[in-house]
């Protein structure tokens, strides 16, 4: 072989050796791992909504069954005559026995009054109500990391290990959780 050609071949076994291990040595010089430094949980507060029920017992004013309170009027008309006919003799027993019955009509009349205001009847009714429950749910985490000599923040799905695996540069997020 001739000289040049011997030089040739050797300088360009040399570059070629020398660009392979800068490749190589870039390719090992990258780190395989970032270093995780905090990890955040980052939740959020969720309300369900439920139906409380409960029995209540509802008392009410029961239904009248004689609305003109004709009962009432009545008795107190007998009952006053009856007592207005023991008072004075003649006419005027007379006019005793109605103002009797009529006071009396009154008297009666009121005091069925009375009793039906007072007369209840009581029922249970089933009332309902919404209520919300609520609750923290994590819906991720804030994870601030290492990489070389930079620091970066990034949000994951699930909580890191102590280190997050790197490909080619990048984090590999899918990864870092198992």
């Known amino acids: 072989m001739n ?3 011997m030089t040739g071949v ?18 090992l010089a ?9 990890v955040e949980p980052v939740t959020e507060t969720r309300k369900t ?13 029961a239904p009248v069954k004689d609305p003109n309170r004709i009962a009432g009027t009545a008795v107190g ?3 006053g005559g009856l007592l207005g006919s023991q008072v004075g003799g003649g006419s005027g027993r007379t006019v005793a026995t109605v103002a009797g019955a009529a ?11 009375g009793m039906q205001d007072k007369d209840t009847v009581s029922r249970t009714e089933t009332r309902c109500k ?18 070389g ?23 590999q997020l899918d990864a870092a959780a198992s």
Do not use: W
């Open 3 to 5: 000289k040049s050609m």
């Open 10 to 27: 050797i300088a360009g076994a040399v570059a070629v050796t020398a660009i392979g291990g800068v490749a190589g040595y870039r390719a």
């Open 30 to 38: 990258q780190p395989e791992f970032a270093e995780v430094l905090a």
């Open 49 to 61: 909504p439920r139906e409380v029920c409960s029995d209540v017992v509802v008392n009410e004013q």
């Open 77 to 79: 008309a007998i009952a």
């Open 103 to 113: 006071a009396g009509g009154y008297a009666g009349n009121q005091i069925q009054k």
């Open 130 to 147: 919404t209520v919300y429950d609520s609750h923290t749910e994590t819906i991720g985490y804030d994870v601030r990391y290492r990489l």
């Open 149 to 171: 000599k930079e620091e970066g923040q990034v949000r994951m799905e699930q909580r890191p290990g102590a280190r997050i695996p790197v490909k080619d540069g990048k984090l």
